[in-house]
């Protein structure tokens, strides 16, 4: 059904691009939010570790404070043995160097170990023999006072983890102690709780040897142990700390792929909401755009009539489906005119067929009856008779010409010789008969009886058995691609009326009968409409006719189309 043919192309049409659409958009979220993860859990890293690493700074400039001040490292070599008012004063005092801690609740942030056995240990001071050394300590005791030794892993003080690093204490060269800063742990995690943690994943921190020292899962709806934090689920992304501690930030790429299935699940609600926009708006233009047509289809199949009388169409309006009717008009009006026609050629070719058929003659039959005539009269010696049947026998000879309608040209001039002589003793007249063709022109090909029927109409009706010395001139020769043939007589001649009544295919009696008629039918069926016939005629002065044909050669006839055609004299 029409209508529904286009509704279904509307429909495919339309659904094509949109889903191409939705699978662009998808894939484009995809990648947006892909790459918004991606920046995220950079930005977090890259932020989390430069607000930690300030804290850091914080720490190590007031521990480059605490190592080169003058007061300390003169008084942290003093001798305080029997000065117990110096000793206490000079404790006293350390703390206004030190300031108050940085983390309130902790009790020793920062301790100064001293070799000095003579000081007073307190708040801030320690002896170094007291204090067993690990291998930071040890280590930092050799360095110079610029470099900054770390411990690896977190330190643990009345319950609570710190960063802590160690500085050496040098006086002139000489180690006159060491200082350890320990750093909160808790600011550290306040600032990966509160900037570190991407909104949909999590972030962790590792110590110098890899170990996890801080997991933040708060986000996840289930436990992930830290071991799984790798690149394969997760979009990762790292900072580094001044002590040698990572940060990592993670978002999964679950959740991710959750957010892009989510926007797709709206964006596909949309398309379906748009799908029924457009089955119901394709409907509706489908049946808008085919009623008409349809209308008009249903009518050409319920009245058979309105095909063979295309006025029975009636076209209003100037829309499509009114030009599609006007044309279809057209083409039925050009349709019913080509079959009235084949129709009249059909008519026209069973009368020429039936007159061929009632005319032919048995060959053989006509030969032994002519044989049998020829030998009377060569027994009684009437030597016209036989002449004049000899003159019989070769014409039909030529003219039957074994069942074919093609001949050559010699054939055919050799048959109108035979013609002229059988008029001759037939009318007791003698015929002139002068013929002047182009020796290479006598073997090309012709349809049979193509001059024979203008030598008749020159012999029956031009000269009319009344003309004194009646004479035909026969003319042939090549012109380019085309053979010419002129043939004049010297008989009464005709008019102009009398023409123009012989070349229209409608008017039935009068001059050269049907012959001629059939000879320029013959002549454009066979060569096409650029061939044919002229008569020019001037009474009393005779006819001139010429005939125009290919120049073809016997064994190219088949290449025509079409069958021989029939001929009526």
């Avoid at 007291?130 to 770390?150: C, D, H, Q």
Wanted: overall charge positive.
């Amino acid at each position: 059904m029409l209508r529904q043919r286009i509704f279904n192309n509307l429909l495919l049409f339309t659904l094509v691009p949109l889903m191409l659409i939705l699978i662009i958009v998808c894939f484009t979220v995809s990648q947006r939010n892909i790459k918004s993860a991606k920046d995220e859990v950079g930005s977090r890293a890259a932020e989390s570790a430069e607000l930690i690493n300030r804290l850091l700074d914080k720490y190590i400039d007031k521990s480059s404070f605490i190592i080169t001040n003058p007061y300390l490292l003169r008084n942290i070599q003093i001798n305080y043995k029997g000065e117990m008012e110096q000793n206490y004063y000079f404790s006293t005092n350390i703390s206004s160097i030190i300031g108050e801690p940085f983390d309130g609740n902790s009790k020793r942030p920062i301790i100064i170990y001293t070799s000095n056995e003579t000081l007073f240990e307190g708040k801030f001071l320690e002896h170094l023999a007291t204090k067993g050394f690990p291998p930071a300590m040890a280590e930092t005791l050799k360095a110079p006072s610029s470099r900054i030794v770390w411990e690896q892993a977190l330190t643990e003080k009345n319950d609570r983890k710190y960063m802590t690093f160690y500085r050496n204490i040098v006086d002139y060269k000489s180690s006159v102690g060491l200082l350890e800063v320990n750093i909160p742990y808790r600011e550290v995690e306040r600032e990966l709780d509160v900037r570190g943690t991407p909104s949909q994943g999590l972030v962790l921190a590792l110590d110098a040897s890899g170990h996890t020292i801080y997991f933040s899962n708060l986000t996840l709806k289930k436990d992930v142990a830290a071991q799984e934090i790798t690149s394969k689920h997760y979009y990762l992304s790292e900072g580094e700390l001044k002590n040698g501690h990572t940060i990592i930030t993670a978002i999964p790429k679950s959740a991710i792929y959750r957010q892009t299935i989510r926007t797709g699940g709206i964006l596909l609600i949309c398309f379906l909401f748009y799908i029924a926009v457009i089955l119901l708006a394709s409907r509706t233009s489908s049946r808008k755009i085919t009623e008409n047509l349809e209308r008009f289809m249903n009518r050409l199949k319920n009245n058979e009539e309105v095909l063979l009388h295309e006025d029975l169409i009636q076209i209003k309006g100037n829309n499509e489906v009114s030009v599609i009717k006007s044309k279809f008009k057209e083409l039925l009006s050009r349709m019913n005119e080509i079959y009235r026609e084949m129709v009249d050629i059909r008519l026209e070719k069973s009368r020429a067929e039936l007159e061929l058929l009632q005319s032919r003659i048995n060959p053989h039959l006509l030969y032994n009856s002519l044989s049998v005539i020829k030998w009377n009269a060569i027994w009684s010696k009437d030597d016209k008779t036989v002449r004049m049947i000899n003159a019989l026998t070769n014409y039909y000879r030529k003219a039957l010409n074994k069942g074919n309608d093609i001949l050559t040209i010699a054939s055919e001039l050799e048959m109108i010789q035979e013609y002229v002589k059988i008029n001759t003793y037939a009318n007791s007249c003698e015929y002139r008969l002068i013929i002047f063709v182009e020796h290479g022109i006598l073997e090309y090909s012709t349809l049979k009886h193509l001059l024979q029927p203008i030598v008749e109409n020159s012999i029956v009706h031009a000269f009319n058995l009344t003309e004194a010395n009646p004479q035909i001139r026969i003319k042939g020769y090549r012109q380019g691609e085309d053979l010419i043939f002129v043939v004049t007589d010297n008989g009464c001649g005709m008019t102009k009326e009398t023409i123009n009544k012989i070349k229209d295919p409608a008017y039935m009696a009068g001059y050269g009968g049907y012959g001629i008629k059939n000879l320029i039918r013959r002549i454009e069926s066979y060569y096409g409409p650029s061939y044919g016939v002229e008569m020019e005629s001037e009474v009393g002065a005779g006819t001139k006719v010429t005939v125009k044909i290919a120049a073809e050669i016997q064994e190219h006839r088949q290449e025509r189309k079409g069958g021989p055609v029939p001929e009526n004299l």
